[in-house]
Every structure is written in structure tokens, then in C-alpha cells.
């Protein structure tokens, strides 16, 4: 029997408003639990970006009672893995070990939650590290598209800035931040503890009763959070860099929220259009039929707020228009003539088939469950997914192409060596011209030698699953 169903997830609430829910799941001898806090980097302050991913990591470099050592060794002993990190609207604290530990994470847990260090000491070496990696990753022209585009989509927004933060803003951290993070943000009635895997609800709500009941904390204060502007007309810009060879291109719309009733019909229009791999209008068109790149796809990301929903795609650089030309082409082509029945059949068949499989791992099923109680979206969504798959009509999908892919509504990014370009991408729209050390603050050279460090934090959009 398939476990991930409404009737299997068990939820109270605790006297101080802490959230408990549990899945039960025996298939094998493993918990994975997970304290949400429902405040993310889009709580960062102004000129502080990144500093909710760096509170969240603070929680396991040591509590008043453990250093960031004795909790690594604890865990290690266990065999357990445990992360911290901040996303947009949430930060996560987990860890995943044998269900015969489960008292023994639950207690280091919590430990971490309730009783953080903010050592000045870890705190600084983990600003460095954080520093570091954004050196590097300012030569990776792929980034400085993906942030660029972030940033002028979702302008006037607390979603304009990487959830990792900005090197300058990183540099402006002050050792009291992460404490008065926490302390602002972090409180049991914004906090779901979640629990997947071979142990008893019961278990999981007495011992969480005893670890979490007598948190008592102010935070949850909530701001208002202003929501992007759709583009009006076409924006161009164009990060110069002249010694590139090929261009990182993207293309951004506004999307929809996660709570949007068209979530469902909207994958379905994304994977017909980009989202959908080597299937995708997009890939078939540019890559296969064209050969201007290896790769494009379009994406979106549904949060609170109307998130992006990005073109992305790189090519030689002599193709940088053609390729362009072709994309704004082929959205024309969806709204005019529409979605083929037999495009809607394969995509409803990817989702349908494709569901289970994203549910066989007590992370995965977490990951689903906390995204529904992030967003307030009925249990139910679950069992009635692969049915409202199958109804999506392709009036839906043609409705929501004319409604959300607008050619000439939307920001363009160029990451490439504009003076082959520059001139006649004048033609499509106002096109604005920025230096690529201006963009980065740092120059071309020289290159760092570690190009492949793993990024944390990195802006990313979800799959079409």
C-alpha cells in the first residue's frame, strides 16, 4: 500500500502552539526528522541578505552545551546525518538516522533548536567559508545569470536577493545577527516538527511533548511582504563579458503561487513547453531542430508570493540572437495555435507515473508533507493528485499559456561578450549594459583555481515533478 496517504499523517498542536506530525512508515529501520521554522531568507533584513541561511547553520555548530565537534562526533557515532539551511519562506533543521536512535536524535535536536551557542568564533569561520565560495562562484557565468534575473523579476521584493546572500552583505554581518534572528523569527507556534519513518505517533508526541512543550519564545513576528510587479514591455540586459565564447541566456515571466487552484494545470503547461526534458517544445525546437544548444528548459518556482518562471538556456555566442528570436517565437507559436492533445497526454503520463516514485524515501515524503503545511494546502492534495492530473483539460493549458507567457511582457539577461550582440538585440527591446565586474564586484582575473566547490544555498528551481 502506497504510505503517503491523508489518513496516515498524524498532526496535533502542543500547548505553545508547536506543530507535531509523523508518518508512520516500517519499511525500513530509519527516522527522518525535520524542524520547520516558517520564516526564511525572504525574512533576510535589508542589507543583510543571507543571514537567515547563516542562523539556520549556527544551530549545529554548537549548543550551550555540545560544541560543533561533540555534535559531529555524536552524530557520526550514530550514523546519522543532520543539516541546517534556509530556503525562501522556511528553514530546516533534520537529520536521518536508525529509528533505534530516534530518542537520542530527537534529544540532539533539540538541544540544537532551544539552546544555540552563536558562537563568535564558528560564526566567523562560517561567514569566511560563505565568502570564499562566493568568490568562486563569480566566475561561473551560469550563476551570475540565474541571480540577475532573480533580481530585476522580482524587484522590490525581499526575493530579489540569493538565498546565500551577497558577498558585501555577508562582510556587513555583525556577531549579534544570528542571535537576533533567531530570537525575532524562531518560535513554537511557527515551528512543525515532523517525523517519518518506523516509530509510533505516539512515541513521537510524548517525546516531543517533552523536549518542545516548555519552549516559550516572542518570535514570529511577520512583516508585510510586497509582491512583484509584472513586466510591462520587454527589459533587456546584458552582463559584458568579453572573453566568453558563449552566452548564459535567460528569460523570466512571473508566475504563480503555491496555492494558486492552477498549480496543478500549470505544471502541466511548464512540461509541455520546457519543463518537460528531451519531450519539451523548447528542447526539441532549439536543440534538436536548431542544434544551438545542449541544453533549455523552463521552470518555475511557487511560493508564497507569485514566483519566477524562467527560460534558461546557453549557446555560442554567434547564435545568442537566433536563439532569442526562436524562444520569443515559440511562445507566440504556444498561445496562437495551442497545446496538441497528444503533447497533454505524454505530460499527464510523465506525472501520473512519475508520482510514486518521488515517494519512496522518508526524505521524500517529508520534503511533500512539509511543503502542504508550509503552504497551508489540504492533505488531500495527495490523494487526489494523479486524478487532478488527469483532468487537466487542454482548455486549461491553453488559458494559462495566454494568461502567463507574454513575449512581450518580460526580462531578458544576457551573460555573454556583448559586442557581438549588442546592436541588433537593440531591435527586441531597451536594452540596459552592465560590466561584468560591476555585476560581480570582483574582476576576471584572477580565476580562482577551485571552480567546482559545491555551492550552498544556490538558487534552484524545482523539476517539473
Given at each position: 500500500m502506497f504510505p503517503l496517504q491523508e489518513s496516515n499523517i498524524k498532526k496535533l498542536r502542543l500547548p505553545n502552539g508547536l506543530t507535531v506530525m509523523s508518518l508512520e512508515y516500517r519499511r525500513l529501520p530509519l527516522v527522518h526528522i525535520t524542524l520547520m521554522i516558517k520564516r526564511g531568507a525572504e525574512r533576510d533584513p535589508e542589507g543583510k541578505e543571507g543571514l537567515a541561511d547563516l542562523t539556520a547553520e549556527m544551530l549545529t555548530l554548537g549548543t550551550k552545551g555540545r560544541d560543533s565537534q561533540g555534535l559531529a562526533l555524536e552524530m557520526e557515532r550514530l550514523g546519522a546525518r543532520y543539516s541546517a539551511s534556509s530556503g525562501w519562506d522556511a528553514s530546516f533543521l533534520e537529520t536521518l538516522g536508525l529509528s533505534g536512535d530516534f530518542t537520542t536524535l530527537m534529544d540532539l535536536l533539540g538541544d540544537m533548536l532551544l539552546r544555540p551557542a552563536f558562537s563568535q568564533q564558528e560564526m566567523g569561520q562560517s561567514q569566511q567559508r560563505?565568502?570564499?565560495?562566493?568568490?568562486?562562484?563569480?566566475?561561473?557565468?551560469?550563476?551570475?545569470?540565474?541571480?540577475?534575473?532573480?533580481?530585476?523579476?522580482?524587484?522590490?521584493?525581499?526575493?530579489?536577493?540569493?538565498?546565500?546572500?551577497?558577498?558585501?552583505?555577508l562582510q556587513g554581518l555583525e556577531e549579534g545577527d544570528p542571535r537576533s534572528f533567531y530570537l525575532r523569527r524562531y518560535s513554537p507556534g511557527d515551528t512543525v516538527l515532523l517525523v517519518v519513518g518506523d516509530i509510533s505517533p505516539e512515541e513521537i508526541s510524548k517525546e516531543a511533548e517533552g523536549l518542545f512543550g516548555g519552549w516559550k519564545a516572542e518570535g514570529g513576528v511577520d512583516d508585510q511582504i510586497p509582491t512583484p510587479a509584472r513586466p510591462q514591455g520587454r527589459r533587456i540586459i546584458v552582463v559584458d563579458r568579453p572573453d566568453l565564447t558563449q552566452s548564459q541566456i535567460r528569460l523570466g515571466l512571473l508566475g504563480i503561487n503555491r496555492k494558486d487552484e492552477d498549480y496543478i494545470p500549470f505544471k502541466v503547461m511548464n512540461y509541455i513547453f520546457g519543463g518537460g526534458g528531451f519531450s519539451s517544445r523548447l528542447m526539441q525546437r532549439i536543440r534538436a531542430e536548431k542544434g544551438y544548444t545542449y541544453g533549455v528548459t523552463s521552470s518555475f518556482k511557487a511560493g508564497r508570493i507569485d514566483g519566477p518562471f524562467i527560460i534558461s538556456t546557453f549557446t555560442p555566442t554567434a547564435n545568442t540572437l537566433s536563439v532569442i528570436e526562436e524562444i520569443l517565437k515559440m511562445m507566440g507559436e504556444f498561445i496562437k495555435e495551442g497545446t496538441r492533445a497528444q503533447e497533454l497526454e505524454e505530460a499527464k503520463n510523465y506525472f501520473m507515473g512519475s508520482f510514486p516514485l518521488k515517494l519512496e524515501t522518508p526524505g521524500q515524503m517529508a520534503k511533500e508533507i512539509l511543503e502542504l503545511e508550509l503552504y497551508d494546502i489540504p492533505f488531500d492534495y495527495l490523494s487526489c493528485y494523479q486524478e487532478a492530473i488527469k483532468q487537466v483539460t487542454l482548455e486549461e493549458v491553453n488559458k494559462l499559456a495566454c494568461t502567463y507567457l507574454h513575449p512581450e511582457d518580460l526580462i531578458i539577461v544576457v551573460v555573454g561578450r556583448a559586442e557581438d550582440f549588442l546592436e541588433p538585440l537593440r531591435n527586441f527591446g531597451e536594452v540596459e549594459l552592465i560590466e561584468y565586474s560591476e555585476v560581480t564586484g570582483v574582476g576576471l582575473s584572477p580565476i580562482p583555481s577551485n571552480r567546482h566547490l559545491p555551492l550552498a544555498g544556490r538558487i534552484a528551481f524545482p523539476s517539473p515533478g
Open positions: 560563505r565568502i570564499s565560495r562566493l568568490i568562486q562562484q563569480r566566475d561561473q557565468t551560469e550563476v551570475i545569470a540565474d541571480e540577475m534575473i532573480i533580481q530585476h523579476l522580482l524587484v522590490g521584493t525581499p526575493y530579489a536577493h540569493p538565498t546565500y546572500g551577497t558577498i558585501p552583505s
